[in-house]
C-alpha cells in the first residue's frame, strides 16, 4: 500500500497563496493518477484537482483559473498552488492517489481562508 503525506496547509488571508504537497512511498507513483480533494464542515468531501499519469490536469469550475495542480514524478509528489484563495476554500486537503486496483488516501492538511 502507497502511504500519501500531505503538508503546506495552514491560515491565509483571502486573496494569498499557499502550496500543498502530497508525498508518496512506492515505486508507481508515476504511473498513478493523483487527485486533490477537500472537505469543508458539514460538507461532503469533493474533488478539486487531478493529474493523469501523462500529464493531463483537469480542475473542478470553482478553483480553475486559481489552482494548479502538477507532480514531481522524481520526487514521487504532487503539488497543489493555490493562489487568489477565497474563505469558502476553507477545508481540509486530501490527496488520493486512484486506479485499478488501489485507492489511497493521505491524513489531510488543514487550509483556512481568512476574510
Known amino acids: 500500500q502507497v502511504q500519501l503525506v500531505e503538508s503546506g496547509g495552514g491560515l491565509v488571508q483571502a486573496g494569498g497563496s499557499l502550496r500543498l504537497s502530497c508525498a508518496a512511498s512506492g515505486s508507481i507513483f508515476s504511473i498513478s493518477p493523483m487527485h486533490w480533494y477537500r472537505q469543508a464542515p458539514g460538507k461532503q468531501r469533493e474533488l478539486v484537482a487531478s493529474i493523469l499519469r501523462g500529464g493531463t490536469t483537469n480542475y473542478a469550475d470553482f478553483v480553475r483559473g486559481r489552482f494548479t495542480i502538477s507532480r514531481d514524478n522524481a520526487r514521487n509528489t504532487v503539488h497543489l498552488q493555490m493562489n487568489s484563495l477565497k474563505p469558502e476554500d476553507t477545508a481540509v486537503y486530501y490527496c488520493?492517489?486512484?486506479?485499478?486496483?488501489?485507492?489511497?488516501w493521505g491524513q489531510g492538511t488543514q487550509v483556512t481562508v481568512s476574510s
Open positions: 488520493r492517489r486512484l486506479g485499478p486496483g488501489y485507492d489511497d
